[in-house]
């Protein structure tokens, strides 16, 4: 995992390491983002014309997920 973490850009202090495999269609990547954290701003979606807006409900709304990380991590499950 230490040469995709290269590969990805990402810190190796930021990889989990287990004895055993873990499936990697059960991993997912998110990015933490401090401005919605602090702020509270409500996650809005748009889609045909019409837009869904929610107010934050907990903390793991402010997750963003990595679609780039994610993609790769799928791309080594098949």
Do not use: Q, W
Request: proline share 6%.
């Amino acid at each position: 995992m230490f040469s995709d973490a290269d590969f990805l850009g990402v810190s190796k202090h930021h990889c989990l390491f287990t004895p055993h495999a873990i499936d990697p269609l059960a991993l997912r990547m998110y990015s933490f983002d401090l401005e919605n954290y602090n702020l509270r701003n409500p996650k809005s979606r748009y889609k045909n014309g019409s837009a869904h807006i929610r107010p934050m409900s907990n903390d793991f709304d402010t997750l963003m997920p990595s679609d780039e990380v994610n993609c790769y991590i799928r791309s080594k499950a098949a």
